[in-house]
């Protein structure tokens, strides 16, 4: 069992639909962020949240972190084919990195 | 300007050899790491390296060691290579882990 677990592992969508992914863990993060990571590529980071609740928005992609700092959603409103690829929850507990089990998205014209 | 770049992309050597990836980042980041990549796509640490410290997983074989001449620079080298090593790494830099990490593009090896 990994320290952050995402959810769902595998997602596969039609262009224009919407989707959630889930990052959640027993643990308190200090902080929390989201990569995305395209085939033959390293990691990208989204975006950093640091307060428990906090929203913030990137375009089509919402980004929550929950009040408690134990779990985060990725929200993309109508997905588009460029949306395809790995996504990564990681953060920061007790001194120490993790990256979350992964979340690969395929968005099918 | 590529912000932090590994090399080789691809790399396939035979069982035994002993081979180096190379990272440079131009950020100036003060910690440089190593991440291993699996089948599954899990990113796992493999080392963190400052200017003071380097912190080493305890899972990762004695076989791999960071190499670092100076602070934009983090080299992998990996001694008596096995199939199991066979994997995506990972170099990346940050100012702080809190902030994030950049990552450069990853280092596919194949060990036949």
């Known amino acids: 069992t990994q320290l952050l677990e995402q959810s769902p592992q595998f997602l596969s969508i039609q262009e224009g639909e919407n989707l959630t992914v889930y990052c959640n863990s027993s643990?308190?993060?200090?902080?929390l962020q989201w990569y995305r990571q395209e085939p033959g590529e390293g990691p990208v980071l989204l975006v950093t949240v640091v307060t428990g609740g906090e929203v913030k928005k990137l375009k089509r992609l919402t980004f929550q972190f929950g009040d408690a700092r134990k779990d985060s959603s990725l929200h993309i409103t109508a997905a588009q084919p460029g949306d395809t690829g790995l996504y990564l929850c990681?953060?920061?507990?007790?001194?120490?990195?993790?990256f979350g089990t992964g979340t690969s998205l395929t968005v099918i014209p | 300007d590529t912000a932090v770049s590994q090399t080789p992309k691809y790399l396939v050597t035979q069982m035994g050899n002993d081979k180096s990836i190379k990272c440079e980042q131009n950020l100036g980041h003060d910690t440089m790491y190593w991440y291993k990549q699996d089948s599954k796509k899990f990113l796992k640490i493999m080392f963190s390296y400052n200017n003071k410290e380097l912190i080493i997983n305890e899972t990762v074989p004695n076989r791999f060691s960071p190499k670092s001449p100076d602070k934009a620079h983090l080299n992998l080298h990996i001694n008596s290579l096995e199939l199991g090593d066979s994997a995506v790494y990972f170099c990346a830099s940050s100012r702080s882990r809190a902030t994030g990490y950049t990552f450069g593009s990853g280092t596919r090896l194949t060990v036949v």
């Open positions: 643990s308190v993060f200090s902080s």
């Open positions: 990681a953060g920061v507990t007790g001194n120490q990195f993790y």
